[in-house]
């Protein structure tokens, strides 16, 4: 019996797969984190793996993922920086960098689905895109904390920097080769 274009599911059973690897991916990477001491934003790894699924994804799915990844946060699961969970989370301080990523994974995906192969327009897609992630989380951090827009940037963006270049470059390194690899699974099967 063949498939009509009305009857096929809207995801094929690889695209969910990898979708949810790169969840995975995410909920365990992600808790891994550095406080520090000037800023109640720890350093985590969860950019990266969000700019790595931007890269297996797309712009489509890596937002999928990403709001799966928030979604298992807030039900309590242990996935947010520092091994934390619930809409507390969400709601506090940090809260806007969380819902940030899904503009990050957006613009991510998109530079990168929209030029394949050309790194520096990908790199600029990461780049744009944790500036809306920032943008978004220091209003929030700001209003949060009672602070001037300055003085949330001081503590929740400006430390973060160097490590965000850090985590473009290995994206950049490893996320093409991977976007290759994965597009083989999808097409040709394991």
Known sequence: ME???ASRPALSARQMTITGLATAVTCIIGPVAVP????PVPLS???LALYLAAYVLGMKLG???CLLYLLLGAVGLPVFSGFSGGLAKLSGPTGGYLI???FLSLIC???IQRFPGKVWVHAAGMVCGAAVCYLFGTAWLAVQMDLTFRAALTIGVLPYLPGDVIKIIIALMIGPLLRRQTRKILVQGL
């Open 109 to 111: 995906g998109f530079f």
């Open 63 to 65: 937002f999928i993922s």
């Open 3 to 5: 498939m009509t274009t």
């Open 100 to 102: 940030g990523f899904l």
């Open 45 to 47: 790894l969860t950019m």
């Open 36 to 39: 520090i001491p000037v800023s």
